[in-house]
C-alpha cells in the first residue's frame, strides 16, 4: 500500500480536495486502484449536525454515512463508492479511545494522546485503505489522505504527529507528502510572494514531516524565478514545485498536473509499475476541459434556497446541474435566490431585494428548489413552486422541495388552505407532511432516513423511469426525518399529481409528477450525491433538457443524443486524433533529426 498525504498551508479552503481528487484520477488512469480518506479535525463525531454555512453540504454516502463535501469530490473524480469510515474526525477517534478505555483494553496504563490517540489514527488509515471502493472488489493500491485545516492549528498536531510516526511505519517508499500552499500576488505590486509557502513548510518541517511535493495555489502560472526560490528555502528540487494556478474548469486541474509530471515523479519515489504518461483515461478530461469552454448556447436555473450566500452549501447540487448542462451542450448559469426574499414581508421591508429576487426567478429557464431544513423562507419556495406549475416552467424539487411542492398543491389545488407540514405547523388539519414514526426527536446526529434505498416506479408511462432508462427501480442516497403523509396521496392522485414512485413497502412517497407540464418532478431523495461528469443524475438531466426545450426530442429518440450532438462528439474525436497523429509525427521527426 502507498499513502499519500495532502496537507494545507497559510489558509484553508485552499483547493486541497479538488488536489487530493486529481492525484487520485491520474494515478487511477495509470490503472492503479486509489482510495481516499478524509481528516477533519473538528470533535464532532460526523458533519450531520452542521449548518451548510459551517464547511459547505452535508455529503451522504451509500451507508448513510453524513461526511464532508470532500468525500462527494472523491467519489465524482475517482468514480468510486466510499463509506463513513473514509471520514475520520477528532471526535470518532476520541470516542474509540475511550470506549477501549472503559473496556479496559489499555490494561490498566495511562492513556494519553501520544502513544495511544496517534496510533488509533494510524491503525484507522491503515484499516480503512484496505478496503475496497470500487465495483470490481478488488483491494486499493493507493491511499490519499487529506488533512482538513492548515498546519500549526491546535487541533490537527495529533495526526501531524501521526503521520510523522506513520512515516517510518511503512518506510519512506510506501509514504509521500503533498503540501499545499498559497502564493499571494498583492494587486499594488502583481508580484507573486512565496513568504507565507516559506513559513508554512519551515513550520511543517519543525513538525517532522518534510512535503515531498509543494503545490502552489495561485491566480496566475507560477513565474521561474519564483519557483526557484521556494525550492531554494523549502528544501526541494524545482521539479517538485508544481503550480497549480486559476483555471476555468475543475476537469482541468488532473490535466496541470500530469503535464508538469507528476505521475513521473510519483513512479520514481514510490516506485509505481505504471505506464509514465495516463493518456487513454485522461483523454475524458480533456474532452470535458475543452467543450465546456467552446460552449456558445446558454441555460439559466433558479436556485431557490434558505443557503445561497454560499454556493459550497450546494455543491454537489451545482456539480449535478453542471454535469446534465455538459451534456446537452449547455453552459449553465445559476441564479442564486435567498427564498426568503421573494415572501411579501420583504417586498414592505426591502421592495429592490424583492423584486431583483423575482425578476431572476421569472428571467430563468428552469426553477430547482433543493434540500434544506428550517421554516425560514418556506413560503418563497412555495411562491417559486407555484409558479413554476402555473407558469409550465420545468421544476424540480429535492426533499424538502418535493414536500412543499405537495404542499403548494394542497393550498392551491385542492383548496386546503392550511395544509402544511407538521416540521412547521404541527396544528394543521391537513398534515401532508409528517414526521417518521422511527424519527427519535431526542437524538439530532444520525437520526434521520440515511443512506441509499430503493424506490420502485409504479406507473410504466413515468417520465423520470424513462430518463433513468426504463428500468424497474432505483436506488439513491436519502436524508430526511419527515414524509408525504400516505393517507392522502389519493386526493392529489385525482387531480394529477401522481406519487410514481414509492419506497419497497410502498408506503413512502418518493417520485411525484404532475400530469400535463412540461417537467414538473419532485423527489423524496438526494440524486446530486451519485451524479458523475460522464453520468449525470437522471433527475437533473430531465430539469436541463426541458429547460432548454430538448426533453421532448429526447425521449421522442428513444432517450438518445440528437445526431447534432453525436456529430460534435465524432467531429472532436476526430480532432483529437489527428493533433495526437501530428504530434506524434513531430515527435518522430524531430527524433530522426
Not at 33 to 54: C, L, M, Q, R, W
Not at 66 to 78: A, K, T
Not at 352 to 361: D, I, P, T
Amino acid at each position: 500500500m502507498k499513502y499519500i498525504l495532502v496537507t494545507g498551508g497559510v489558509i484553508s479552503g485552499i483547493g486541497k480536495g479538488i488536489i487530493a481528487s486529481s492525484v487520485g484520477t491520474i494515478l487511477k488512469s495509470c490503472g492503479l486502484h486509489v482510495t481516499a480518506i478524509k481528516i477533519d479535525p473538528y470533535i464532532n463525531i460526523d458533519a450531520g449536525t452542521f449548518s451548510p454555512y459551517e464547511h459547505g453540504e452535508v455529503f451522504v454516502l451509500d451507508d448513510g454515512g453524513e461526511v464532508d463535501l470532500d468525500l462527494g469530490n472523491y467519489e465524482r473524480f475517482l468514480d468510486i463508492r466510499l463509506t463513513k469510515d473514509n471520514n475520520l474526525t477528532t471526535g470518532k477517534i476520541y470516542q474509540s479511545v475511550i470506549n477501549k478505555e472503559r473496556k479496559g483494553d489499555y490494561l490498566g496504563k495511562t492513556v494519553q494522546v501520544v502513544p495511544h490517540i496517534t496510533d488509533a489514527i494510524q491503525e484507522w488509515v491503515m484499516k480503512q485503505a484496505c478496503v475496497s471502493v470500487d465495483d470490481d472488489g478488488v483491494e486499493p493500491q493507493i491511499c490519499v489522505i487529506e488533512l482538513g485545516g492548515t498546519v500549526g492549528d491546535i487541533e490537527s498536531m495529533p495526526f501531524i504527529e501521526a503521520f510523522r510516526q506513520f512515516q517510518f511505519k511503512v518506510k519512506r517508499e510506501n509514504f509521500c507528502n503533498i503540501h499545499v500552499s498559497l502564493i499571494p500576488q498583492p494587486s499594488t505590486t502583481g508580484e507573486q510572494k512565496t513568504k507565507p509557502t516559506q513559513n508554512s513548510v519551515r513550520e511543517l518541517r519543525g513538525l517532522g514531516l518534510s512535503p515531498d511535493l509543494i503545490m502552489c495555489r495561485c491566480a496566475t502560472p507560477v513565474e521561474t524565478a519564483v519557483k526557484e526560490k521556494i525550492s531554494m528555502f523549502c528544501h526541494v528540487e524545482p521539479t517538485q514545485v508544481i503550480c497549480v494556478h486559476d483555471v476555468s474548469s475543475v476537469y482541468k486541474v488532473p490535466l496541470l498536473l500530469e503535464q508538469q509530471g507528476v505521475v513521473s515523479y510519483f513512479c520514481q519515489r514510490l516506485n509505481l509499475p505504471v505506464e509514465m504518461k495516463p493518456r487513454k483515461m485522461l483523454t475524458k478530461w480533456k474532452e470535458m476541459a475543452d467543450r465546456s469552454d467552446r460552449l456558445l448556447e446558454h441555460v439559466s436555473i433558479a436556485l431557490v434556497g434558505k443557503y445561497t450566500k454560499l454556493s459550497d452549501s450546494y455543491a454537489s447540487v451545482i456539480k449535478a446541474l453542471e454535469h446534465s448542462a455538459l451534456a446537452i451542450n449547455h453552459k449553465l448559469q445559476v441564479k442564486y435566490i435567498d427564498s426568503a426574499d421573494l415572501e411579501a414581508t420583504t417586498l414592505q421591508d426591502e421592495p429592490v431585494k424583492y423584486h431583483e429576487a423575482w425578476q431572476k426567478l421569472c428571467s430563468s429557464h428552469g426553477v430547482l428548489v433543493p434540500g434544506g431544513f428550517g421554516v425560514r423562507g418556506t413560503e418563497g419556495k412555495m411562491l417559486a413552486i407555484s409558479w413554476a406549475r402555473k407558469q409550465n416552467k420545468p421544476f424540480l424539487g429535492v426533499c424538502l422541495g418535493m414536500q412543499l411542492a405537495v404542499c403548494e398543491f394542497a393550498r392551491n389545488v385542492l383548496g386546503w388552505e392550511d395544509a402544511s407540514s407538521t416540521e412547521f405547523n404541527p396544528e394543521s388539519r391537513h398534515p401532508v407532511v409528517i414526521e417518521m414514526p422511527e424519527h427519535n426527536p431526542g437524538q439530532m446526529g444520525g437520526t434521520m432516513r440515511l443512506g441509499k434505498r430503493r424506490t420502485i416506479f409504479k406507473s410504466s408511462s413515468s417520465l423520470l423511469r424513462k430518463l433513468y432508462g426504463n428500468v424497474e427501480y432505483v436506488e439513491e442516497r436519502h436524508r430526511h426525518r419527515f414524509e408525504v403523509n400516505p393517507e392522502l396521496t389519493h386526493h392529489f392522485e385525482k387531480k394529477g399529481l401522481q406519487f410514481v414512485g414509492q419506497d419497497v413497502e410502498g408506503e413512502r412517497m418518493e417520485v411525484i409528477e404532475l400530469d400535463d407540464h412540461c417537467y414538473f418532478v419532485g423527489v423524496q431523495y438526494h440524486p446530486e450525491f451519485t451524479s458523475r461528469p460522464i453520468k449525470p443524475s437522471p433527475p437533473y438531466f430531465g430539469l436541463l433538457l426541458a429547460a432548454a426545450g430538448k426533453l421532448q426530442s429526447y425521449l421522442a429518440k428513444g432517450c438518445r443524443l440528437s445526431p447534432r450532438y453525436a456529430l460534435k462528439v465524432l467531429s472532436f474525436i476526430h480532432y483529437l486524433v489527428e493533433t495526437l497523429t501530428c504530434s506524434s509525427l513531430d515527435f518522430h521527426n524531430s527524433a530522426n533529426s
